[in-house]
C-alpha cells in the first residue's frame, strides 16, 4: 500500500531534475517540419527568376479565391511569366492544392507559421511580396 | 518597570520584524509551489517576471489589489468579510511561540544611560512569546482557521461554498484528534508544552529519531489540517468550483490564500520543532537551519501536491477515524511502555 505511494513521488522527484521540456516561444522558436503547410509563395530560379508561367492553373484550382489578378506577359523568346499576382492570405486556407496544380513547381507553401498582423491590407501580397528570395524560414515582420 | 515603554516598543518592532519576514516568506512559498510544481511537469514555472521569476510574487499582488473586490448581493456581508479575514489572523497567530532561533539578542543592554533586560517577555530569544502551553495554544489556534472556512461557505449563500465549509469542518475535526495524539509521544519525552523545551529537549538526538510513526501520523495529519492535496476536498474544482473560496475576489481571495500559505510554513516550522530539533544543527547559524528545515518540509507539501491525486470523502474519513487514530494511540501505548520500561 506504501510502495505505489513511494513509487509515485520519487518519480516526480526524478521529473524535478529532469530537463524542462518547453520552448521558451518568443526566444526560441519551433523549426516546422518540410511538409508543414504554411502560406503559398512564389518560388525562384537560381538567377532570381520567378518559376511562374502565368498559366492561371493555381488560380483555377484554389476553393477559396485567394489567389487572383495573375497578368501574363511574353518575353523575347515566347515564354510567359506573370506581371501581377496576388495572393490574399485573409482568404487562403492553407489547403495546398496550388502547390499540387502548379506544373513548374512555382508556387509553393512555406514554413511560416506567425501570420498574424495588425494591417490587413499586408496580408494581401502582390508579386514582389509574394515572391521568395530564398528559401530559408523568415520571420513575420517580413510580411 | 521604568523600561515599561521601551520593552513595548521593542516587542512591537520585533513582532512587525518577524511578520514582514514571514508574509515575504508566504508569498515566495507561493512562487516556490509554482515553480516546484512547473519542474514536477517538465516545465519551468513563472519565469518572466524579474529574474528567474522573483517578482512574481510581487506582480500578483499588484494584481490582486487592482481586481474588483465583489460582494455578491445576496451574501451575509458582515460574517462574508470577517470570513478570510479570521482565516488569515489564525493562521498567522500559531507562529508566535514557534522558537526560530535561540538568541537574538544579549540578556541585557543600555540605552540612554538605562539598564534595559531583555530577558522579559523573551525579547532576546528567536520566539515571539514563550508560553508555557505553547503546544495547546497552537493547537487552539489553528482549530480557530475552521471557522474562517466555515463563515465563508455559510456567508457566501451558495451550495458548492457551503458543502465547501462543511466539509473542511468535518475533516478539520477527525485530524484534529489524530493531530492532536500523534504529538503525545514528543510530549511525553520533553516533558513540556513550551516549544522553547521541546527544541531544547532535542539537543542530543532529533525526536524524529524516537518517533518515526508519530512524526509520520503529524505529517499526515497536518496535510489535512491545511486541506492540502491529497486532502483538498473543500475546494476540488470537480465538484465544488473552489469550496469555500467560491464567491471571493480581489484581496478577501488573497486573504484566504495567504491563510492556506501561512498554514503550510506554520505546519513545517512545527513539524520541525517537534521532531526535527528546531533551529539546532550545527556549523551554521540556527535561524538558517530553521529556515532550511521548514522550506524542506514546505517542499514534501509541494511535491505531495504534484504526486498524490484526491481521496474521496468517506476514503479520508475512513483514513482519519480507522487509521490515523488507532495508530496514534498505538504510538502513545507503545512510547508510554518503553519510557515506563526504562525508568525502572
Redesign the interface.
Known amino acids: 500500500m506504501i510502495i505505489p505511494l513511494i513509487k509515485g513521488l520519487a518519480t516526480t522527484l526524478r521529473m524535478v531534475f529532469t530537463k524542462p521540456i518547453t520552448l521558451q516561444y518568443p526566444e526560441e522558436k519551433k523549426e516546422m517540419t518540410p511538409r508543414w503547410r504554411g502560406h503559398p509563395e512564389l518560388t525562384v530560379n537560381e538567377d532570381g527568376s520567378r518559376r511562374c508561367v502565368a498559366c492561371t492553373l493555381c488560380m483555377v484550382v484554389c476553393p477559396s479565391n485567394a489567389i487572383k489578378g495573375i497578368v501574363p506577359a511574353e518575353g523575347p523568346e515566347h515564354e510567359k511569366y506573370p506581371t501581377a499576382f496576388t495572393i490574399d492570405l485573409t482568404r487562403c486556407i492553407f489547403c495546398g492544392f496550388c502547390q499540387e496544380a502548379c506544373p513548374k513547381g512555382a508556387i509553393k507553401l512555406n514554413r511560416l507559421y506567425e501570420l498574424a498582423q495588425y494591417d490587413k491590407n499586408l496580408l494581401i501580397m502582390d508579386i514582389d511580396r509574394a515572391t521568395q528570395p530564398k528559401s530559408e524560414l523568415r520571420r513575420p515582420d517580413w510580411l | 518597570m521604568m523600561n515599561l515603554p521601551l520593552l513595548i516598543v521593542l516587542t512591537a518592532v520585533k513582532i512587525t520584524l518577524v511578520l514582514v519576514v514571514f508574509l515575504t516568506a508566504i508569498a515566495y512559498t507561493v512562487l516556490m509551489e509554482r515553480k516546484?510544481l512547473?519542474?514536477?511537469?517538465?516545465?519551468?514555472g513563472p519565469n518572466r517576471v524579474g529574474p528567474w521569476g522573483l517578482l512574481q510574487p510581487l506582480a500578483d499582488l499588484i494584481k490582486l489589489l487592482f481586481k474588483e473586490d465583489f460582494t455578491p448581493p445576496q451574501v451575509n456581508k458582515v460574517l462574508f468579510v470577517l470570513a478570510p479575514i479570521i482565516t488569515a489572523v489564525t493562521a498567522f497567530l500559531p507562529f508566535a511561540v514557534i522558537p526560530f532561533a535561540q538568541n537574538l539578542l544579549p540578556p541585557c543592554f543600555t540605552i540612554f544611560g538605562q539598564e534595559v533586560d531583555l530577558t522579559v517577555a523573551a525579547l532576546n530569544q528567536g520566539v515571539i512569546a514563550d508560553i508555557n502551553v505553547g503546544l495547546l495554544y497552537v493547537f487552539a489556534m489553528s482549530s480557530l482557521a475552521v471557522y474562517g472556512a466555515v463563515l465563508g461557505g455559510w456567508a457566501s449563500n451558495n451550495k458548492y461554498s457551503l458543502l465547501g465549509g462543511l466539509r473542511l469542518s468535518a475533516q478539520m475535526i477527525s485530524y484534529e484528534l489524530a493531530l492532536g495524539l500523534s504529538v503525545i509521544g514528543v510530549l511525553m519525552f520533553a516533558g513540556s508544552l513550551s516549544l522553547v523545551k521541546i527544541v531544547e529537549a532535542q539537543k542530543s538526538m532529533w525526536f524524529i529519531v524516537y518517533q518515526p510513526l508519530g512524526f509520520l501520523l503529524f505529517f499526515i495529519s497536518a496535510l489535512a489540517e491545511c486541506a492540502r492535496t491529497p486532502f483538498d476536498l473543500i475546494e476540488c474544482e470537480n465538484e465544488l468550483v473552489a469550496g469555500f473560496q467560491t464567491e471571493y475576489s480581489s484581496m478577501k481571495w488573497a486573504l484566504f490564500m495567504l491563510g492556506e500559505y501561512c498554514h503550510i510554513i506554520v505546519a513545517s516550522a512545527l513539524a520541525t520543532t517537534l521532531f526535527l530539533g528546531g533551529w539546532q544543527g550545527p556549523l551554521l547559524p540556527p535561524i538558517a537551519w530553521f529556515v532550511i528545515k521548514t522550506f524542506a518540509l514546505v517542499f514534501v507539501f509541494i511535491?505531495?501536491r504534484?504526486?498524490?491525486p484526491r481521496f474521496r470523502f468517506d476514503q479520508l474519513m475512513y483514513l482519519g477515524w480507522k487509521v490515523l487514530l488507532p495508530l496514534g494511540l498505538l504510538n502513545i501505548l507503545v512510547t508510554g511502555a518503553i519510557i515506563l520500561f526504562l525508568q525502572r
Open positions: 516546484v512547473g519542474f514536477i511537469q517538465l516545465r519551468y511535491w505531495f504534484g504526486t498524490f
